[in-house]
Protein backbone atom coordinates (compact mmCIF):
# COMPACT_ATOMS: atom_id res chain seq x y z
CA UNK A 1 0.00 0.00 0.00
CA UNK A 2 1.29 3.39 -0.65
CA UNK A 3 2.39 5.59 1.80
CA UNK A 4 2.46 9.36 1.22
CA UNK A 5 4.62 12.03 2.59
CA UNK A 6 3.41 15.92 2.70
CA UNK A 7 4.81 18.84 5.17
CA UNK A 8 3.98 19.17 8.06
CA UNK A 9 2.99 22.52 8.32
CA UNK A 10 2.54 25.39 5.47
CA UNK A 11 1.60 29.24 6.23
CA UNK A 12 -0.16 31.32 3.91
CA UNK A 13 -1.94 34.93 3.50
CA UNK A 14 -5.74 35.02 2.50
CA UNK A 15 -6.35 35.58 -1.39
CA UNK A 16 -2.71 33.51 -2.48
CA UNK A 17 -2.65 30.34 -3.57
CA UNK A 18 -1.45 27.38 -1.31
CA UNK A 19 0.01 24.30 -3.31
CA UNK A 20 0.44 21.40 -1.13
CA UNK A 21 2.65 18.47 -2.71
CA UNK A 22 2.10 14.77 -1.66
CA UNK A 23 4.75 11.74 -2.32
CA UNK A 24 3.38 8.35 -3.13
CA UNK A 25 6.36 6.27 -4.74
CA UNK A 26 4.58 3.50 -4.77
CA UNK A 27 1.45 4.05 -5.49
CA UNK A 28 -0.40 0.72 -7.24
CA UNK A 29 -1.10 1.23 -11.07
CA UNK A 30 -4.89 1.39 -10.06
CA UNK A 31 -4.79 3.80 -7.59
CA UNK A 32 -6.40 6.53 -7.39
CA UNK A 33 -4.96 9.61 -5.37
CA UNK A 34 -7.37 11.62 -2.78
CA UNK A 35 -7.02 14.54 -0.60
CA UNK A 36 -9.11 15.17 2.36
CA UNK A 37 -10.08 18.32 4.87
CA UNK A 38 -10.72 18.64 8.33
CA UNK A 39 -10.97 21.17 10.77
CA UNK A 40 -10.89 20.80 14.59
CA UNK A 41 -13.55 18.66 16.23
CA UNK A 42 -15.35 17.72 12.65
CA UNK A 43 -14.60 13.87 10.87
CA UNK A 44 -12.49 14.37 7.47
CA UNK A 45 -14.15 15.85 4.22
CA UNK A 46 -13.67 14.08 1.07
CA UNK A 47 -12.33 17.65 -1.50
CA UNK A 48 -11.00 16.02 -4.31
CA UNK A 49 -9.18 12.82 -6.26
CA UNK A 50 -7.55 11.92 -9.37
CA UNK A 51 -5.54 9.62 -11.26
CA UNK A 52 -3.33 11.44 -13.81
CA UNK A 53 -2.80 14.98 -15.51
CA UNK A 54 -5.36 16.94 -14.01
CA UNK A 55 -8.68 17.43 -11.66
CA UNK A 56 -10.43 20.56 -11.20
CA UNK A 57 -13.68 20.83 -8.71
CA UNK A 58 -15.18 23.95 -6.84
CA UNK A 59 -13.10 23.69 -4.41
CA UNK A 60 -9.41 22.69 -5.67
CA UNK A 61 -7.15 21.38 -8.53
CA UNK A 62 -5.12 18.39 -8.70
CA UNK A 63 -1.92 17.96 -10.42
CA UNK A 64 -0.70 14.24 -11.05
CA UNK A 65 2.58 14.07 -12.66
CA UNK A 66 2.90 11.44 -15.65
CA UNK A 67 4.97 8.60 -13.16
CA UNK A 68 2.32 9.38 -10.25
CA UNK A 69 4.53 9.47 -7.38
CA UNK A 70 3.57 12.65 -6.16
CA UNK A 71 0.33 14.74 -6.77
CA UNK A 72 0.20 18.53 -5.71
CA UNK A 73 -3.04 20.15 -4.05
CA UNK A 74 -3.55 24.04 -5.53
CA UNK A 75 -6.09 25.90 -3.58
CA UNK A 76 -6.75 28.92 -4.83
CA UNK A 77 -7.24 32.41 -3.01
CA UNK A 78 -7.41 31.14 0.56
CA UNK A 79 -9.34 32.54 3.12
CA UNK A 80 -9.35 32.62 6.87
CA UNK A 81 -11.78 29.22 6.63
CA UNK A 82 -9.70 27.61 4.53
CA UNK A 83 -7.38 26.90 7.56
CA UNK A 84 -7.62 23.12 8.41
CA UNK A 85 -5.34 19.82 8.05
CA UNK A 86 -5.02 18.36 4.86
CA UNK A 87 -4.59 14.56 4.09
CA UNK A 88 -3.41 12.46 0.43
CA UNK A 89 -4.07 9.45 -0.13
CA UNK A 90 -2.33 6.65 -1.82
CA UNK A 91 -4.72 4.23 -2.10
CA UNK A 92 -8.13 3.44 -2.36
CA UNK A 93 -8.68 2.63 1.36
CA UNK A 94 -7.34 0.44 4.21
CA UNK A 95 -4.59 2.41 4.69
CA UNK A 96 -4.53 4.88 7.93
CA UNK A 97 -4.29 8.79 6.93
CA UNK A 98 -1.00 10.25 7.57
CA UNK A 99 -0.38 13.22 9.95
CA UNK A 100 -1.19 15.52 7.04
CA UNK A 101 -0.53 18.88 6.99
CA UNK A 102 -1.56 21.58 8.79
CA UNK A 103 -2.31 25.30 6.58
CA UNK A 104 -2.42 28.08 8.58
CA UNK A 105 -4.16 31.35 6.39
CA UNK A 106 -3.55 34.24 8.42
CA UNK A 107 -5.52 38.06 7.48
CA UNK B 1 -26.61 13.69 1.77
CA UNK B 2 -24.82 10.94 3.07
CA UNK B 3 -25.32 11.04 6.75
CA UNK B 4 -22.61 8.87 9.24
CA UNK B 5 -23.85 9.30 13.21
CA UNK B 6 -21.79 7.91 15.65
CA UNK B 7 -23.98 7.24 19.28
CA UNK B 8 -22.04 9.82 21.38
CA UNK B 9 -20.31 12.75 21.00
CA UNK B 10 -18.36 12.20 24.17
CA UNK B 11 -18.01 9.28 26.94
CA UNK B 12 -16.47 8.98 29.72
CA UNK B 13 -15.73 5.40 30.94
CA UNK B 14 -13.50 3.67 33.45
CA UNK B 15 -10.60 1.28 33.10
CA UNK B 16 -11.39 -2.37 32.68
CA UNK B 17 -14.76 -1.63 31.31
CA UNK B 18 -16.72 -2.79 28.30
CA UNK B 19 -16.97 -0.16 25.63
CA UNK B 20 -19.45 -0.11 22.42
CA UNK B 21 -19.12 2.75 19.99
CA UNK B 22 -21.98 2.87 17.73
CA UNK B 23 -21.83 3.96 14.08
CA UNK B 24 -24.99 4.13 11.49
CA UNK B 25 -25.19 5.31 7.44
CA UNK B 26 -27.90 6.18 5.70
CA UNK B 27 -26.87 5.66 2.24
CA UNK B 28 -26.63 1.78 1.60
CA UNK B 29 -22.52 2.03 1.38
CA UNK B 30 -20.75 -0.98 1.39
CA UNK B 31 -17.83 -0.11 3.08
CA UNK B 32 -17.68 0.77 6.96
CA UNK B 33 -14.19 1.82 8.93
CA UNK B 34 -13.09 2.64 12.35
CA UNK B 35 -10.26 5.05 13.23
CA UNK B 36 -8.70 6.42 15.79
CA UNK B 37 -6.95 10.41 15.50
CA UNK B 38 -4.41 11.26 18.34
CA UNK B 39 -2.12 14.57 17.98
CA UNK B 40 0.20 13.88 15.63
CA UNK B 41 -0.19 10.81 14.44
CA UNK B 42 -2.87 11.12 11.94
CA UNK B 43 -5.98 9.01 11.61
CA UNK B 44 -4.83 5.04 12.30
CA UNK B 45 -7.17 2.77 10.92
CA UNK B 46 -8.49 0.20 13.40
CA UNK B 47 -10.60 -2.32 11.39
CA UNK B 48 -13.14 -1.94 8.37
CA UNK B 49 -16.08 -4.11 7.01
CA UNK B 50 -16.09 -4.28 3.57
CA UNK B 51 -19.60 -6.32 3.85
CA UNK B 52 -22.01 -7.39 6.55
CA UNK B 53 -20.22 -10.06 8.72
CA UNK B 54 -16.81 -9.29 6.70
CA UNK B 55 -14.12 -7.57 8.49
CA UNK B 56 -10.69 -6.81 8.14
CA UNK B 57 -7.85 -5.96 10.69
CA UNK B 58 -6.49 -2.09 9.99
CA UNK B 59 -3.04 -1.15 11.22
CA UNK B 60 -3.80 -0.93 15.21
CA UNK B 61 -6.74 -3.91 16.23
CA UNK B 62 -5.17 -4.58 19.08
CA UNK B 63 -7.71 -3.84 21.99
CA UNK B 64 -10.42 -3.64 19.48
CA UNK B 65 -12.91 -5.57 18.08
CA UNK B 66 -15.99 -5.40 15.46
CA UNK B 67 -19.59 -6.49 14.62
CA UNK B 68 -21.61 -5.79 11.52
CA UNK B 69 -24.64 -8.12 11.73
CA UNK B 70 -26.55 -5.08 9.66
CA UNK B 71 -25.42 -3.22 6.65
CA UNK B 72 -26.04 0.25 7.91
CA UNK B 73 -24.49 -0.12 11.54
CA UNK B 74 -20.68 -1.18 12.41
CA UNK B 75 -20.44 -1.16 16.00
CA UNK B 76 -16.13 -0.84 17.85
CA UNK B 77 -15.93 -2.37 21.01
CA UNK B 78 -13.23 -2.53 23.47
CA UNK B 79 -13.39 -5.10 25.46
CA UNK B 80 -11.84 -3.84 28.32
CA UNK B 81 -10.44 -0.55 28.16
CA UNK B 82 -7.62 0.95 29.31
CA UNK B 83 -6.39 4.55 29.54
CA UNK B 84 -4.19 4.32 26.22
CA UNK B 85 -7.21 4.15 24.62
CA UNK B 86 -8.51 7.48 25.32
CA UNK B 87 -8.62 9.21 22.07
CA UNK B 88 -10.77 10.79 19.50
CA UNK B 89 -12.55 7.74 16.91
CA UNK B 90 -14.04 8.14 13.52
CA UNK B 91 -16.51 5.88 11.93
CA UNK B 92 -16.46 6.71 8.35
CA UNK B 93 -18.30 4.89 5.45
CA UNK B 94 -18.17 4.89 1.33
CA UNK B 95 -20.01 3.20 -1.44
CA UNK B 96 -17.36 0.92 -3.00
CA UNK B 97 -16.56 0.56 -6.48
CA UNK B 98 -15.09 3.10 -7.99
CA UNK B 99 -15.60 5.80 -5.55
CA UNK B 100 -13.04 6.46 -3.18
CA UNK B 101 -14.82 9.02 -1.46
CA UNK B 102 -14.99 8.01 2.65
CA UNK B 103 -17.66 9.70 4.68
CA UNK B 104 -17.17 10.56 8.08
CA UNK B 105 -19.05 10.88 11.27
CA UNK B 106 -18.53 13.84 14.15
CA UNK B 107 -16.08 11.41 16.17
CA UNK B 108 -16.97 10.22 19.76
CA UNK B 109 -13.88 11.50 21.99
CA UNK B 110 -13.64 8.91 24.24
CA UNK B 111 -11.83 9.43 27.95
CA UNK B 112 -10.90 6.23 29.68
CA UNK B 113 -10.32 6.97 33.46
Known amino acids: LAKTTQPISMDSYEGQEVNITCSHN???????ITWYQQFPSQGPRFIIQ???TKVTNEVASLFIPADRKSSTLSLPRVSLSDTAVYYC????????FGAGTTVTVRA | DVKVTQSSRYLVKRTGEKVFLECVQD?????MFWYRQDPGLGLRLIYF???????EKGDIPEGYSVSREKKERFSLILESASTNQTSMYLC????????????FGPGTRLTVT
Open chain 1, 89 to 96: LGAKYKLS
Open chain 2, 27 to 31: MDHEN
Open chain 2, 92 to 103: ASTLGGLSYEQY
Open chain 2, 49 to 55: SYDVKMK
Open chain 1, 50 to 52: GYK
Open chain 1, 26 to 32: NIATNDY
